[in-house]
């Protein structure tokens, strides 16, 4: 199916444990970003990607690790997973040179208890 | 820093119009954007605004005054499904394409 996905959608894990959170987008879009949202807060960025192999910290980096061998696939890693780190995780790509418009996967509602 | 401000909560009857603000402090940015978020969805675009003025997407207007730091979404003939949160933000030209976000709006709207 064309567009960006993210699995899993649903995931509790245990403190201390490390998860990986998944992100596939098919349009060959050469920017991925990974944000976080939590209850009554906006989007804050964890890291981003403009090109396969080249990442860059966001906002909130801290615990967390990316990868992007493939352009199309851009996983997310918690290396250590803590309560603090239980949140929304959204996905997003677009295309530079475009209007700017990002496009989002559906979120990964992560649960660390 | 670049920061943008919106309100937290706008009210609105059914029917009516409401406008959902922004103001931002960044300087040297491609364009004001705006997001929909329905309780739950993700974050889905809206409209976006490369030059200063107002721009019609059906039921939704979005306006940008640079001179101002100062721009605005537009939502007429409310439905009770546009029921969400509105988000507006900007890609600075220093930032690498990272969107700057607001903190989001969330607009009630009542029968």
């Known amino acids: 199916d064309a567009g960006i996905t993210q699995s899993p959608r649903y995931k509790i894990t245990e403190t201390g444990r490390q998860v990986t959170l998944m992100c596939h987008q098919t349009?060959?879009?050469?920017?991925m970003f990974w944000y976080r949202q939590d209850l009554g807060h906006g989007l804050r960025l964890i890291y981003y990607?403009?090109?396969?192999?080249?990442?860059d910290k966001g906002e909130v980096p801290d615990g967390y690790v990316v990868s992007r061998s493939k352009t199309e696939n851009f996983p997310l890693t918690l290396e250590s997973a803590t309560r603090s780190q239980t949140s929304v995780y959204f996905c997003?790509?677009?295309?530079?040179?475009?209007?700017?418009?990002?496009?989002f996967g559906q979120g990964t509602r992560l649960t660390v208890v | 820093g670049q920061s943008l401000e919106q309100p937290s909560e706008v009210t609105a009857v059914e029917g009516a119009i409401v406008q959902i603000n922004c103001t931002y402090q960044?300087?040297?940015?491609?364009?004001l954007s705006w997001y929909q978020q329905h309780d739950g969805g993700a974050p889905t675009f809206l409209s976006y605004?490369?030059l200063d003025g107002l721009e019609e997407t059906g039921r939704f207007s979005s306006f940008l005054s640079r001179s101002d730091s100062y721009g605005y979404l537009l939502l007429q003939e409310l439905q009770m499904k546009d029921s969400a949160s509105y988000f507006c933000?900007?890609?600075?030209?220093?930032?690498?394409?990272?969107?700057?976000w607001g903190a989001g709006t969330k607009l009630i709207i009542k029968p």
């Open positions: 605004n490369a």
């Open positions: 960044t300087s040297g940015f491609y364009g």
């Open positions: 997003a790509s677009f295309h530079r040179g475009a209007n700017t418009e990002a496009f």
């Open positions: 990607s403009a090109a396969a192999d080249i990442t």
């Open positions: 933000a900007v890609t600075p030209q220093d930032s690498n394409y990272q969107l700057i």
């Open positions: 349009w060959s879009h050469s920017y």
